[in-house]
């Protein structure tokens, strides 16, 4: 299921699931519409029953901000499948860029950093579910996402690119739209709401990690995929033979990567936004950038997103 399906049903489990009522499914009026639907409905509840511990955590609510410093740790959402944001290093410890930003706050708390792995289309059912108190994972801004979690203050501004491997001869964004070419997406990100606006006829192939995507592309599963390059870099290395191309400029900024909160989260969201204030005043976010990114930030983000 795409991220915007499970933030559908998340919202729709968040406003309707309340103690007391009750759903009810018609009875169908044909024996073959009755085996096709029980099919179906076997898939939907499957899905619906997997998403229910996520999107209302059976009752959980996220942390206060008091009960967060009470506890001595902050819960942080990171996305171990994706350098240099998040990876495991050689002694299966998670390090990377949003490592050391959540290591940041929870000390401005004057807590522990206790770093919670999730995926791309899972981080924001975990923080909707109080599974974690922040959640970062290169979380860009979008107005789907707005109505389920409240947003910091911008730490970097991405860029998309396309890339393709050499023997795919991919054009710019008009190639992409003609719907001749296959894509290969990470279920979850941005990329995939983007191409469904920009180039709807283009078949698309849904993977859950970027290694995987990045596999798939390299074995001629299909031809590009669009996303920030700075995510993709170490996975490209890992598959030289496909003779990568890199087309960058043919979109404007795709967005602003934030620290995700809990819509309920008022006090902790402010003292998220004065902590990012701090170190990008000071210049830790800079260094931090340059050090996990090996580049300084092209568009330094400022300001609420």
């Known amino acids: 299921m795409e991220e915007a399906g499970v933030l559908r049903a998340c919202l729709k489990m968040r406003s309707v699931g309340r103690p007391g009522r009750v ?10 519409v009755r085996s096709g639907a029980r099919k179906v409905g076997g898939i939907l509840a499957g899905c619906v029953l997997s998403l229910l511990p996520l999107c209302i955590g059976q009752g959980a609510q996220a942390r206060a901000l008091a009960d967060i410093r009470a506890s001595g740790h902050l819960n942080i959402g990171v996305n171990p499948a994706l ?7 050689s002694r299966n410890v998670i390090e990377g860029f949003d490592v050391d930003v959540g290591t940041a706050l929870a000390a401005r708390l004057g807590v522990s950093p206790r770093l919670v792995p999730v995926s791309s289309s899972g981080r924001i059912p975990y923080l909707m579910a109080g599974k974690v108190d922040v959640v970062l994972g290169g979380l860009t801004r979008t107005p789907e996402r707005a109505a389920a979690i409240a947003f910091s203050a911008p730490l970097y501004a991405e860029e998309f690119a396309i890339i393709a491997p050499a023997v795919s001869r991919v054009g710019g964004l008009d190639d992409l739209a003609s719907g ?9 990100s941005t990329a995939v709401p983007f191409l469904r606006t920009h180039a709807p006829k283009a078949p698309i192939l849904l993977l859950g990690s970027y290694p995987d995507a990045v596999r798939a592309l390299a074995q001629g599963r299909g031809d590009a995929m669009v996303d920030v390059i700075e995510y993709v870099g170490r996975f490209l290395a890992a598959e030289p033979q496909a003779g990568w191309t890199i087309q960058r400029g043919f979109a404007p900024a795709a967005g602003e990567d934030c620290v995700g909160v809990a819509q309920s989260d008022t006090d902790l969201l402010r003292v998220v ?14 260094a931090a950038y340059r050090r996990w990114f090996g580049v300084s930030m092209a568009t330094p983000a400022e300001g609420r997103p």
Do not use: C
């Not at 759903?23 to 073959?32: D, E, H, L, V």
């Not at 350098?83 to 290093?89: E, H, R």
């Open 23 to 32: 759903f009810r499914m018609s009875r169908p009026k044909a024996a073959g």
């Open 83 to 89: 350098p240099p944001l998040a990876a495991y290093d």
């Open 180 to 188: 001749r070419v296959r894509m290969v997406e990470v279920r979850g």
């Open 273 to 286: 936004d004065g902590t990012l204030a701090d170190l990008k005043r000071d210049g830790t976010i800079q």
